[in-house]
């Protein structure tokens, strides 16, 4: 099962993968004393627990959560210790495939690995004497926010835990780092990347979607990701639009990177052009099959973009970053435009 949280709805309801819950946040991360471009240290990073200053150019940095590693990599940092992957890493090193490109690349040490199944392994964390810990890309409590603190200078995310796009975790993170001209420009490339993704699929521009994570064996509970979740502004980027019906869900559940419906009321979802959903070969053919989900216009036309929840596409897309972008995005927007091909 995916999580909500980040990658799939692990745990309880840290939908994490799929659920890869995960969302973006309007607030733009404060950098003060110059950065990597201008090389001037010390340097202060704004956050939602407040400011971390950072007094030199860290030597020995750690990364916890989702993605946040993506950054310091692409921005030419090789981490000293980062998160084990266990959401759609299909050879199970822990280490999703353009993540082992760029420290392929960079030449660096293979980082320590943290077991993050139960949250951040503080000891493990301390164990690879960090001079700086990048978090903006998580749902870091305030209290885990303090424990990592007394270990290094800690970045958090900048509004809400887990509403952080991959532009706000790249200046946020790239800021702390003292690279905040390089990741100014990374996040630059990167839009131009995307803009001419969504050139080469014109069908998808003004195309409504809905977002989801159901089982369509049990519709119990359906999770639909809402407009600040990252998965789902990352869309936004590609010139699609959530459906009226999502969008008033998100009007519903203000702060949140999903909203749970039961499966009587998933008629919210009707006006969605095409529906996204995690799963794997079967799961179209069991979603038409299932009465309540088969009723929406979009499955009865086969108009369902199904994301392989145990390929790594799933983790490139469900947490974009700077580097599983030009990853994942050719693959991924042409089982968008597939899905578009099917609307009625």
């Avoid at 990597?36 to 150019?57: C, N, R």
């Avoid at 095409?274 to 079967?282: F, H, K, M, R, S």
Wanted: charged residues 20%; negative net charge; glycine residues 10%.
């Amino acid at each position: 099962m995916l999580s909500l949280r980040r990658p799939a709805i692990a745990a309880a309801l840290t939908l994490s993968g799929a659920l890869l819950l995960t969302a973006c946040s309007s607030t733009t991360p404060a950098s003060d004393g110059g950065s990597a471009g201008g090389g001037g240290f010390p340097v202060t990073v704004e956050h939602a627990y407040g400011a971390t200053e950072v007094p030199e150019q860290p030597e020995r940095v750690a990364t916890v959560a989702w993605g946040n590693q993506d950054v310091a990599l692409a921005l030419g940092v090789v981490p000293v210790g980062m998160p084990f992957v266990t959401y759609a890493d299909d050879n199970g090193d822990g280490i999703l495939p353009w993540v082992q490109d760029a420290l392929d690349e960079l030449g660096g040490e293979t980082p320590e690995l943290f077991d993050e199944v139960d949250g951040i392994n503080f000891e493990q964390v301390a164990d690879t004497a960090p001079d700086l810990i990048l978090g903006a890309n998580s749902g870091l409590t305030e209290e885990e926010y303090q424990t990592l603190t007394e270990i290094a200078p800690t970045v958090s995310f900048p509004g809400e835990p887990w509403l952080v796009d991959w532009r706000e975790s790249t200046t946020l993170n790239g800021a702390a780092l003292g690279l905040a001209d390089e990741a100014d420009e990374l996040v630059a490339d990167t839009e131009q990347l995307i803009a001419d993704a969504a050139a080469a699929h014109p069908e998808l521009q003004g195309t409504t979607f809905a977002y989801l994570w159901v089982d369509p064996g049990d519709t119990s509970s359906v999770y639909v990701y809402l407009p600040e979740d990252a998965r789902v502004s990352f869309l936004a980027d590609l010139g699609m639009e959530p459906s009226a019906g999502v969008q008033q869900l998100a009007a519903e559940n203000e702060g949140q990177f999903f909203a749970t419906l039961t499966a009587e009321n998933l008629d919210v979802l009707a006006d969605a052009d095409i529906i996204l959903n995690y799963g794997g070969e079967d799961t179209l053919a069991a979603m038409q099959a299932e009465p309540l989900l088969g009723a929406l216009p979009a499955v009865q036309a086969g108009a369902v973009a199904i994301v392989t929840e145990s390929d790594a596409l799933a983790a490139a897309m469900t947490t974009p970053t700077v580097l599983s972008i030009p990853w994942g995005i050719d693959e991924y927007t042409q089982i968008l435009a597939d899905a578009a091909a099917k609307v009625q």
